[in-house]
Nanobody, 126 residues
Framework: QVQLVESGGGLVQAGGSLRLSCAASGRTDSSYSMGWFRQAPGKEREFVAWINWSGGSTYYPDSVKGRFTISRDNAKNTVYLQMNSLKPEDTAVYYC???????????????????WGQGTQVTVSS
């Protein structure tokens, strides 16, 4: 079992930046790839970013590419999401997720993940 705890959310003005963190605990000796998702009220959970276990590969949807950066520090068992040039449409609860399935090449779907955090609220004002 892996437990994930997100932090770093808050209220920011459009054009601003935030850095989210996701701390993992429990069975962290496995090689997990990690993802960030977000969910706005009344909408489905949406893929935001993915990083492989070593940090050498990342993937983003077009909606955040060039603005968001995912990274990880395996020594600290922590994954980060740096969000720049934030827009009001980025407002959502942001979740981190982990998977150790080798069949997941790039985890873009919620079903690719086995472990989820509780989420952190990001609100971008116009």
């Amino acid at each position: 079992q892996v437990q994930l705890v997100e932090s770093g959310g808050g209220l920011v003005q459009a054009g601003g930046s935030l850095r989210l963190s996701c701390a993992a605990s429990g069975r962290t000796d496995s090689s997990y790839s990690m993802g960030w998702f977000r969910q706005a009220p009344g909408k489905e959970r949406e893929f935001v970013a993915w990083i492989n276990w070593s940090g050498g590969s990342t993937y983003y949807p077009d909606s955040v590419k060039g603005r968001f950066t995912i990274s990880r520090d395996n020594a600290k068992n922590t994954v980060y999401l740096q969000m720049n040039s934030l827009k009001p449409e980025d407002t959502a609860v942001y979740y981190c997720a982990a998977t150790e399935r080798l069949t997941v090449v790039v985890g873009r779907e919620t079903g690719d993940y086995d472990y989820w955090g509780q989420g952190t609220q990001v609100t971008v004002s116009s």
